[in-house]
């Protein structure tokens, strides 16, 4: 049986989908006799097993993503991660985030799951991912993701793609375009637990009062004062870890619920998305 003849030019088609180095996609077709299919199958099955060799290893770098719809009603965040920071730096992965956050807004999937089952140019995402893990030799996941719909949604990417924000306004319209910006800013920056404290947990505020008791009673003060103590300090994590009660960060004088009914008043934060490394 002859040997089947693998052209530069497939071997650059094979390359241009997959991202594979120019001899892994000639042995790729070679193997797979000149099928382009089956040996896209090969080098994914390559990193299939590069995969699972992986597993236990640390993906701690990597880049975040948010992007929002033309019509500003919908956005979706997510994260995909490697083990290094070359990697992170890369303009192809980048570019693969940017590829799979596109999808995501578009398709709008309700959860992870669904996202890595959508597909690009006929491959299953998550399918994508671990096809790439061959090409770069790095355990690839798409380790966050979230979507939000609002009358208006906002986005922030912090610098180096560290970080991606979604703000939800309850009101819509250009004029408010900065102000979703700049509370997308805020949850970047001040990393607040909810929106407000109607959305912190029983469990984390029955955690902060216990701790605000112990504090109490370590400094010394009397039982009948402890429990006033104790409540004194859950209004302080309210103000410091929920977003509308927060000291607006370029005006300290104003909280951002301020804020934002200095910008309309009927402004408020519907919800919000945030998504970073590590």
Avoid: W
Wanted: some cysteine; overall charge negative; proline content about 2%.
């Amino acid at each position: 049986m002859s040997e089947v003849k693998i052209s530069a030019a497939d071997v650059k088609k094979l390359r241009d989908q997959t991202g594979a180095g120019m001899m892994d996609c000639k042995k790729a077709l070679s193997e797979a006799e000149g099928d382009f299919e089956k040996a896209i199958d090969i080098l994914r099955t390559k990193g299939q097993k590069l995969s699972l060799k992986r597993a236990e290893r640390e993906a701690k770098e990597g880049v975040v993503i948010a992007l929002v719809s033309d019509d500003q009603k919908q956005g979706v965040v997510l994260k995909l991660s490697c083990e290094t920071d070359f990697v992170a730096k890369n303009e192809d992965f980048i570019n693969l985030a940017k590829e799979i956050a596109g999808t995501a807004l578009e398709n709008f999937p309700a959860d992870e799951e669904g996202l890595l089952a959508l597909q690009i140019d006929g491959v299953a995402i998550g399918d994508k991912v671990i096809e790439q893990i061959g090409v770069i030799g790095e355990k690839l996941e798409v380790a966050g993701y979230a979507r939000l719909e609002a009358p208006q949604v906002a986005s922030y990417i912090h610098m180096g793609y560290k970080a991606g924000v979604l703000v939800g306004l309850s009101e819509a319209g250009s004029e408010l375009d900065e102000a979703g910006r700049d509370v997308a800013m805020q949850v970047a920056a001040m990393k607040p637990v909810a929106v407000d404290k109607s959305g912190v947990s029983q469990d984390q505020i029955n955690r902060e009062i216990e701790i605000g008791k112990e504090q109490a009673r370590a400094e010394g003060k009397p039982d009948d004062l402890v429990e006033k103590i104790a409540m004194g300090k859950l209004n302080k994590f309210f103000k410091e870890n929920t977003l509308l009660a927060q000291a607006f960060v370029k005006d300290g004088k104003m909280s951002v619920e301020q804020y934002l009914k200095s910008k309309h008043p009927d402004l408020t934060v519907t919800d919000f998305k945030h998504v970073k490394l590590g």
